[in-house]
């Protein structure tokens, strides 16, 4: 239990990973949309919060801060997202890159971690560099193979989520039980793992 109060922010992600690939796979161009309007709503949500709280401060203290700029913009964004969200489709492949190019840069600091483990001497490093090898093999792929059809890169990219968050999840646990294995009396200095 104590495991899993330290470490629920790496857990949640794991989970989320997981969730979201799986999604993909189902049904990727609902999934998609519906992120969008989601997000919509948040940002409209958010707009009309900052304009509320704009007009209810005194109008000396407002005009120090840009809760209306804020506000409007918002606003003008979440019904954007939520009305014209047929956006999302023409620039996916543009998005595609930029999501391949974020998961390189998880790579690369996957990396860092599976050298670090190494000059460190722990045992466990090879499993690091298999997390990075396939963070990187994926990032890689979708980032120079721009020619994939929407809906192949959908799928790719939900078996990506859904492999990584696998692995990620077998990493931090398989991490934990070697560090308390090897020295249990520090049970509370290895409860968070960082994967």
Avoid at 179 to 185: C, M, Q, S
């Amino acid at each position: 239990m104590k495991f899993i109060k330290q470490n629920w922010v790496a857990i949640i992600t794991i989970l989320f990973m997981i969730l979201v690939g799986i999604l993909l796979l189902v049904n990727p161009a609902t999934f998609a949309i519906g992120i969008i309007k989601a997000a919509g709503v948040v940002l409209f949500l958010w707009g009309i919060y900052d304009l509320i709280r704009y007009f209810r401060t005194p109008a000396d203290v407002a005009a120090k801060g840009s809760a209306f700029f804020s506000g409007i913009t918002m606003v003008t964004l979440g019904a954007y997202c939520l009305f014209g969200s047929d956006w999302f489709m023409t620039v996916f492949p543009v998005l595609a890159v930029l999501y391949g190019l974020f998961q390189v840069l998880i790579g690369f600091r996957k990396l860092q971690r599976m050298v670090d483990a190494l000059r460190l001497g722990r045992p466990l490093w090879w499993l690091r560099a298999i997390s990075a090898g396939i963070t990187l093999l994926f990032g890689f792929l979708i980032v120079f193979n721009p020619t994939m059809t929407m809906m192949s890169v959908w799928v790719f990219t939900g078996i990506t989520l859904i492999i990584e968050g696998i692995f990620d999840a077998v990493l931090l646990y398989t991490t934990y039980k070697k560090r308390l294995a090897e020295d249990p009396l520090q049970r509370n200095d290895y409860a968070h793992i960082e994967v």
